[in-house]
């Protein structure tokens, strides 16, 4: 079983930057990929960016829409895996949410991961 509670989101404006947390409890954290998704209103839930189960073997994945703007990576150590988002746009506004996979490498897939946090509400003005 794994438990994922986020943090670090919040109001701000185009251009600006945040980093988003996830911090996982259970002993079978490292074996498994995580990943973010999003959903905004009216729209249905998204992928954003996966790591696999080991950060040090460096494979991520991310939708196009954030590629060279958007960072995933994990802290196995402190049990978090994190977003980073840099330049961000109105059309990035959308509640976030972090997910962990025992299939243990990336996926895009919303029905491959068994695992999902709360979501945490980023909204970028204008």
């Known amino acids: 079983q794994v438990q994922l509670v986020e943090s670090g989101g919040g109001l701000v404006q185009a251009g600006d930057s945040l980093r988003l947390s996830c911090l996982a409890s259970?002993?079978?954290?490292?074996?498994?990929?995580m990943g973010w998704f999003r959903q905004a209103p009216g729209k249905e839930r998204e992928f954003v960016a996966t790591v696999s189960w080991s950060w040090s073997a460096g494979t991520t994945y991310y939708t196009d829409s954030v590629k060279g703007r958007f960072t995933i990576s994990r802290d196995n150590a402190k049990n978090t895996v994190y977003l980073q988002m840099n330049s961000l746009k109105p059309e990035d506004t959308a509640v976030y949410y972090c997910?962990?996979?025992?299939?243990?490498?990336?996926?895009?897939?919303?029905?491959?991961?068994?695992?999902w946090g709360q979501g945490t509400q980023v909204t970028v003005s204008s």
């Open positions: 259970g002993r079978s954290f490292r074996s498994y990929a």
């Open positions: 997910a962990a996979s025992s299939r243990g490498v990336i996926t895009t897939t919303l029905e491959e991961y068994d695992y």
